[in-house]
């Protein structure tokens, strides 16, 4: 397997099909390992699903929705926070969208059917292969076809799935896997998708304004409220009927994805991203039965609105490991409660060896202790403990967007 191999046991521990870490580790064979390069097959896969959305708002409507669509795409602010970032959320989005053009090509008998039914394979071959999640969207395309009474589609569907027969060994210690760490840390399941009442609501949320919130809740809800108000009043005009295709695409793998994760921790709302397009074409369908372009600016500018204040809080922007490794004396001794996620130091240039104080000997006289994902590596902070008993305590901390770094010294 020469290098193929760390990359697919890695895919086994990260929960997905391996695809998105095969592009990747192409990918660096030929751009190399900068941080542009790492969140290219992101970017692209952003573009190209703004892209894909305008043309399906097109072919089911009219130029008008797939402009308002593309647009709506475009400025939205999960799918930017996500097209820059180096996971397969983004990548996946492409695919079942690029899918999911083909396979409405198809329904409508367009021309070039061959090679709609050869990209529609392709895309659909490959979006299981990212994630899945997104094997719920081939079920309900399934469930769509036979409705349609479309053997032809059925078949595709079914040579694209028989692909995983190859990832079938491989999926069931990933399931085995899953099963061990949340036997052995509960909090697991907690952390990376535990079902809540909020789930689905925080879906919508962060599928509207993104990733950003307010200290100050009450003004939270009143935000979220309106803009909830606004997108009902919009979507109360939509002639529901004629694209059962996008609700289709939609609500299934929603639905059935909190059923799931009733069961496995699996659901969260970045995971299921790749519905998000078919939520901004319904609204682009139903923005387009108003005669004023009033309601696609408010919309357009809400999210406008939503990105600046994302992009000027730095709190919400992505882990700046870069800017800790760099603050870093040149002699800093680390912990961190697990020296497993030590990586994005790694990559920035700190290569010693990580403590982990939850059950190691403390004895530096100053250490730089990563509060990072604490709730899940040391979920009864016993890290805290042991620097508390050796008589360490906390002279500093720093916040970096995403990380918590507190600095610990030794009053012995």
Known sequence: MGKMGPLLKYALADYQPPLYHLIGFVNTQIFGFSEIALRLPSLLSGLFTVYFVAKIGELLASKKVGIIAGLLAATNPLLIYYSVEGRTYAMTTFFVTASFYYF????NKSSSYKLSAICYMLFTTAFIWTSYLAWLVLLSQAIYAIWKKRSDLLLIQLVSGLTLLAWLPSFLASLGIGRSTMSTSPEWGRVVGGLTWKSLPLTWVKFVIGRISFDNKLLYTAIVSSIGILHLYVLSHLPAKKYVIIFAWLVPPLVLGVLIASILPVYSYFRVLFVLPAYLLLLSISLATFKSRIFSGLLITLQLLSLIYFWVTPKFHHEDWRALVRALPESAVLAMPSRAQNAPLLYYGYEQTVIEPSHEELS???IYYIRYVEDLFDTQKLGQANFGKSGYTITKQ???????????????
């Open 398 to 412: 720093i916040s970096y967007p995403g990380i918590q770094l507190d600095i610990y010294e030794n009053s012995h």
């Open 364 to 366: 530096p006289n100053l």
């Open 104 to 107: 409405i090509r198809l329904l």
